[in-house]
């Protein structure tokens, strides 16, 4: 399985400098970029610097540019880990090569360890960018529990993963990437909690919040950088994480398997 994970991971590699050196990468970092400016624009030149009460309460804290700017970060780098690993196998049916991934012997989680790896190569970079431009907007990292932080940056990647397949498989399943895949970015945006807390959404579309392990990751996240909260704090959005997780590795393994049937029966009759 390492063999595979480390073919996929070189190939993509080359690929990546290869065919588009920084496209993919400063388009990412832009996103986060546009987040970060439209937070500190809005704070300071829309709402002259003052808040809703109803914000503290909701976020734990008063620090909205922290919020917003570390939202942008987190959502920037589970863009790229759900487009990059969801994108791996309707690539390969638009490259013509999706054949000889599905006929070869190697194991299909070397192929996806390849791909995580290699786009974690990447988020971190992205990640890293976005944090620094963010420290010149209003970031504070002061009190911040980074290894907590860093713990549940590890726990998110595992958790886009498992929501990476179910999303392959509706590409594969729609032949569709374009429309799939903004979809779920736009709702993920809007619902998760990235540029404000979810409570002040509407009571019915509060649920769907939930759906979307975004959104206990940011707030795990919020509670270790900007409170410097222990681990332990953010045991129920943890559990929360990790139940997600589960159920869209179920789905989407299942649903891999039933896609990847279903183009070998088209493919071959």
């Not at 795990?220 to 950088?225: D, I, L, S, T």
Request: glycine share 8%.
């Amino acid at each position: 399985m390492l063999q595979v994970a480390k073919a996929t991971f070189v190939r993509n590699t080359l690929v990546m400098i290869r065919a588009y050196p920084w496209s993919f990468v400063i388009g990412h970092i832009l996103s986060g970029v546009y987040t970060v400016l439209f937070a500190y624009f809005a704070y300071h030149y829309v709402f002259g610097g003052q808040l809703d009460e109803r914000f503290a309460r909701y976020s734990g804290s008063s620090d909205y540019l922290s919020y917003a700017i570390l939202g942008g970060a987190f959502y920037a780098f589970s863009v790229s880990t759900l487009m990059n690993v969801s994108r791996s196998l309707i690539t390969e049916l638009r490259e013509g090569t999706l054949e000889a991934v599905l006929l070869t012997p190697s194991p299909r989680r070397g192929y996806f360890l390849g791909n995580v790896l290699q786009q974690v190569m990447r988020t971190v970079f992205e990640f890293a960018v976005i944090l620094i431009v963010g420290a010149f907007f209003g970031l504070t990292l002061g009190g911040a529990n980074i290894w907590g932080a860093i713990a549940i940056w590890v726990m998110s990647t595992g958790a886009f993963f498992c929501q990476a397949l179910v999303l392959g498989s509706l590409m594969l399943r729609f032949r569709d990437t374009y429309i799939t895949q903004n979809t779920l970015f736009v709702i993920m945006a809007f619902v998760s909690g990235v540029t404000f807390p979810s409570a002040y959404l509407p009571a019915w579309l509060l649920p769907l919040s939930q759906f979307m392990p975004l959104a206990p990751a940011l707030d795990a996240f919020r509670k270790c950088v900007i409170l410097g909260a222990p681990l332990i704090d953010c045991l129920p959005q943890l559990l929360h994480l990790g139940a997600l997780s589960l159920v869209y590795l179920i789905i989407g393994v299942w649903g891999m398997r039933r896609m990847e049937k279903r183009v070998m029966e088209s493919i071959f009759g």
